[in-house]
Structures are given as structure tokens and as C-alpha cells.
């Protein structure tokens, strides 16, 4: 009866396992791009869901992994163009613009020359966003290329036709307003996509928008870009499993 005992919770913890750690997963190629998903990056959860917080420590330790193992950091803009050193490589791209993105997570890209992606949604409600102060220096030191997320992070796939089209090309106006150049990268509030909103996206003028949907492979499409998503409970063994396999649980 124990050794039965024994063997059920042993099982179940294996399962527990296999699901929040995927090691199971094959190995993707490191000739495939990174593309990882943030948002907020800060010690003080505050109002924000915690998935959405990932603390400065662990941020840093993030970079300084991917660094050690040669990964050259690049904008979505570089990864699609193909201008660039054949090394494996990996897009930082951070959703909303939250205003930590200047005070907490610009210092530690500048401390690692590393590069990042900020699709700014400019009348997002309830969050600290960033200035167009901010922005501007962002913008000026070379390292962050900025793209839209739509004006007030409305669902697109469930909004009539003029509603998205609006939303779609407000944001591209403003962001381009704010930084004072055009404005290519996109990304899909909630990665809410269907073939009517990626089409808008296009005929905006847009050359690439991303999504929430998880894995890691080549760009055949740059409208449909899959990202590997960080949250603020991805511990550092979840992060290498998600590096090297796409996602880390089921």
C-alpha cells in the first residue's frame, strides 16, 4: 500500500514537473531568432498583474545569459532584414511602454550595449507611460527602436473594420509624431490576429508585427512573428528551457 502510495505521488510529481519545466520539448536550432515578449520591468508590482512585472535582477540576469552564450542582440527591423552577423541571435521586445522601461530596464541594456523593442500604445488607461522626454532620449541613443500597439490596446480581431483600421493607423501616426521618423514595427494587443486585421497592419505600412503566440522559428511571414513570453514568475531553469525550446510549460 505505501510503495502504491509512493508511486502515484511520484508520478504526480513528475507530471507537476514535465508541465511547468518542458525539458521534454526538442532543441530549436539556434540558427532560428529569439524573439522574447516583456513588459514591465521593476521590483514594485503595484497595480499591474504580476505575469506582466519581471524585477530588474532577473532582467539582468536574463542578458547577462544571453550574452554569455553569444547571442547578438538586435530591433525587430535588423532581425527581418537579414542585415546581420550570422550568430544566434534575439529581438528583446517589450509591449505597452511602460514608463520603467526608461528608469529600470534602459539602464541595464546600456550596461550590456544591448539592443530592444518598445511597441508603444499612447492612450493606454491604467498604467505609468513613458514621456515623450523619455522616448525621445530612448530614441537617440541608438538602442531602442520603437513600434506601435495600437492607441488604447483594443482587441482588433473583435472590433468593426473601422474601429481597427483607426486604431491601427493613429498609433503608427503618433508613434512617428513622437519620434520624429517611420514608424515599421507592430504589435497585436492581446496577439488578438485574424487574415482582416493583419492585412490592415499591412496596408498601414508596416514591415512587421508580432504576436503573443509561443515558439521559436524561422521568419516566413514577418506579419505573424511568434514571441517567447517572460513573466514575472519564469524562474532562471523555465528561462534556458523557454531559450532553447520555445516555451517552458504547457
Request: net charge neutral; charged share 20%.
Amino acid at each position: 500500500m505505501l510503495l502504491t502510495i509512493a508511486i502515484i505521488a511520484a508520478l504526480l510529481g513528475f507530471i507537476y514537473l514535465a508541465a511547468h519545466y518542458n525539458f521534454w520539448r526538442p532543441v530549436v536550432s539556434k540558427s532560428h531568432p529569439r524573439i522574447l515578449m516583456y513588459h514591465s520591468i521593476n521590483d514594485d508590482i503595484g497595480s499591474n498583474h504580476p505575469d506582466l512585472v519581471v524585477t530588474p535582477e532577473k532582467f539582468r540576469s536574463h542578458l547577462a545569459y544571453l550574452q554569455k552564450r553569444g547571442y547578438q542582440f538586435l530591433t525587430i527591423s535588423e532581425i527581418i532584414s537579414g542585415n546581420f552577423d550570422f550568430v544566434p541571435r534575439v529581438a528583446l521586445t517589450f509591449d505597452d511602454g511602460f514608463q520603467d522601461n526608461y528608469i529600470e530596464m534602459f539602464p541595464i541594456l546600456r550596461e550590456f550595449g544591448a539592443k530592444a523593442t518598445i511597441y508603444l500604445c499612447p492612450n493606454m488607461p491604467s498604467i505609468s507611460k513613458l514621456t515623450e522626454q523619455q522616448i525621445q532620449e530612448m530614441q537617440a541613443s541608438g538602442l531602442i527602436e520603437f513600434g506601435a500597439h495600437t492607441m488604447t490596446h483594443i482587441n482588433l480581431s473583435q472590433a468593426a473594420d473601422d474601429v481597427a483600421k483607426l486604431e491601427i493607423i493613429e498609433s503608427k501616426n503618433e508613434v512617428e509624431r513622437i519620434i520624429g521618423r517611420t514608424c515599421t514595427s507592430f504589435a497585436y494587443p492581446y496577439g488578438r490576429i485574424n487574415d482582416r486585421t493583419s492585412e490592415y497592419v499591412r496596408q498601414a505600412g508596416f514591415s512587421s508585427s508580432v504576436l503573443v503566440k509561443k515558439g521559436i522559428e524561422a521568419i516566413t511571414d514577418p506579419y505573424r512573428i511568434k514571441r517567447i513570453s517572460i513573466l514575472g514568475k519564469t524562474d532562471f531553469v523555465q528561462f534556458h528551457i523557454a531559450i532553447t525550446r520555445g516555451r517552458y510549460r504547457v
